[in-house]
């Protein structure tokens, strides 16, 4: 852990053992995805610290696309905006790039093989728009669906239950050419990708995901241009949210419109945020933060209004009001099924608006740990937004992990994950609704900005080999979902 810092007003990347019974040390490819079968469990144990998680409660891993697929050139993809953010010299660190990764595009079986064998019940993952759509428009690359199909039929054989994120970042870089986010047209073409996908997969995938964190592509993206398509435009950034959230609310239409009797929500990384000092309790530079960080994408989504502390500031915001159109905010409120909510940090604000770190953070250093922030953002969407299903669709640690033999000990993450899943506990015990939690991530994986240098799986990947081996924190999760406890 590092020690807190004073650190300038930077969104995050901007800142910028029990043996192992799992399998060891699986170096197997596209042909050969046979795991061996973790030990034999007897009746399930009650949980060590007696929290047990309500009957039907769900437990899943994450990932998405770009971070693990590799095979960037593999049957008709087009090209995306990380692909072309990583030719970049100088923009992600070490130089990576996501042209491997994890190479699960070829060895997705395998990986659905070790889900199933720590007793995954449901997995997150994306689709690459740019498999389905090379230019970002026009027919679909049956090529590209067929990947999904394959992947998502194997989920279902192994049991395991899909929630398929339409976007995870990778925008085709053919759109980004046209004005990527910045252009409204972009969320039409998103509609219009979406509607492929329902209709390829919606009777197979029971749970939606729209847009992955709008927040991150606006702020990482636009704003401290540390992701792509790398912009330091604030002004754009505000017209990038608002057609970000038409989208969403464009791609949940098209999804009622599909007929499918399934589930969507959109995925929000949502921060509580906190008064720094006295002097800052209950000022304005809070509640601007708070704005920012939460209420600019939960309030058009949940109450059909943007925050109109923030709207009342006309020259803060006239970018903004420029791009609103109307009869937006209706489809933009189009009625969801529930929440997905990312949580890594905290938030700590001053008078004059400056982020304060106040807690130890991880090897990223933008992630300030506070699991009780978890609790505290769940009660406040509960408190302010109403009784909403909600899926903790994202929560991990990275972590500097080297393999022993075939041992890979993580006790920094196993504490992580304990103490976030008190909080999620917690929550639930206050009457929150949330229904699964998805530990981000299964495997170590292209960490945007931060290449291979950080490593946020239970799994570990050597990147060479492409060996996986399961990590203690793997061992850790497979008996929490075994007891359904902590
Ligand atoms: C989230 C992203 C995910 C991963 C984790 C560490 O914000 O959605 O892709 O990078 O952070």
Redesign the pocket.
Same mark, same amino acid.
């Given at each position: 852990m590092r020690q807190p810092s004073q650190s300038p007003r930077l969104s995050?990347?901007s800142l910028v053992g029990a043996m192992i019974t799992l399998p060891t040390a699986i170096t197997l490819g596209c042909d050969s995805h046979s795991v061996p079968t973790p030990r034999r469990r007897g009746a399930s144990p009650s949980p060590p610290e007696g929290r047990r998680f309500p009957d039907g409660f769900r437990w899943g891993v994450?990932? !998405?696309a770009y971070?693990i697929e590799g095979a960037v050139k593999a049957d008709g993809r087009g090209q995306s905006i990380w692909d072309a953010f990583c030719a970049v010299p100088g923009r992600i660190s070490g130089g990576d790039t996501g042209e491997q990764a994890a190479d699960h595009y070829h060895r997705y079986l395998t990986d659905l093989d070790i889900m199933q064998s720590l007793g995954v019940q449901t997995y997150r993952f994306s689709i690459a728009w740019p498999r389905i759509q090379p230019d970002g428009r026009g027919s679909a690359n049956q090529r590209g669906l067929d990947f999904y199909k394959r992947l998502v039929d194997g989920l279902l054989e192994r049991g395991i239950e899909p929630l398929a994120t339409l976007y995870? &970042?990778d925008l085709p870089q053919a759109l980004q050419e046209t004005g990527g986010w910045e252009q409204r047209d972009t969320a039409q073409r998103f509609a219009d990708y979406a509607a492929i996908m329902f209709e390829a997969l919606g009777s197979s995938v029971p749970t939606w995901a729209t847009i992955?964190?709008p927040k991150?592509i606006a702020e990482v993206g636009y704003v401290s241009g540390f992701h792509a398509p790398g912009k330091r435009d604030p002004e754009a950034a505000w017209a990038v949210r608002h057609h970000l959230l038409l989208a969403h609310g464009l791609a949940v239409r098209a999804f009622r419109d599909s007929g499918r009797a399934r589930r969507i929500c959109p995925?929000l990384?949502l921060a509580p945020v906190y008064p720094a000092d006295d002097a800052s309790a209950g000022s304005t530079a809070v509640a601007v933060a708070d704005a920012m960080e939460n209420r600019i994408y939960l309030d058009p989504i949940f109450k059909g209004s943007y925050p109109q502390d923030l709207l009342a500031d006309q020259d803060k915001t006239a970018a903004l009001h420029r791009v609103i159109k109307d009869g937006d905010l209706n489809v933009i409120a189009a009625p969801v099924d529930l929440l997905g909510v990312?949580y890594?940090n905290p938030v700590y604000v001053d008078t004059s608006g400056t982020y304060v770190m106040k807690h130890p953070t991880s090897m990223?250093t933008w992630?300030q740990l506070y699991p009780d922030g978890l609790h505290d953002v769940l009660l406040r969407v509960r408190q302010d937004y109403g009784d909403i299903p909600i899926s903790i669709t #994202?929560n991990?640690i990275?972590t500097d992990d080297a393999p022993d033999g075939t041992v890979v000990y993580d006790p920094e993450r196993i504490e992580f994950l304990r103490t976030h899943l008190a909080a999620v506990h917690r929550a639930i015990e206050d009457g929150v609704g949330v229904e699964s939690y998805y530990l981000? !991530?299964l495997l170590d994986?292209f #960490? &945007?900005s931060a290449g291979y240098s950080?490593r &946020?799986g239970i799994v570990y990947v050597d990147f060479d080999s492409q060996q996986r081996i399961p990590k203690d924190s793997a061992q850790w999760y497979q008996d929490t979902i075994a007891r359904n406890g902590i």
């Open positions: 995050r990347r994450a990932t !998405s971070q995870h &970042w992955n964190e991150t995925v990384n990312n890594y990223a992630q #994202e991990g990275p981000w !991530s994986n #960490e &945007w950080q &946020w």
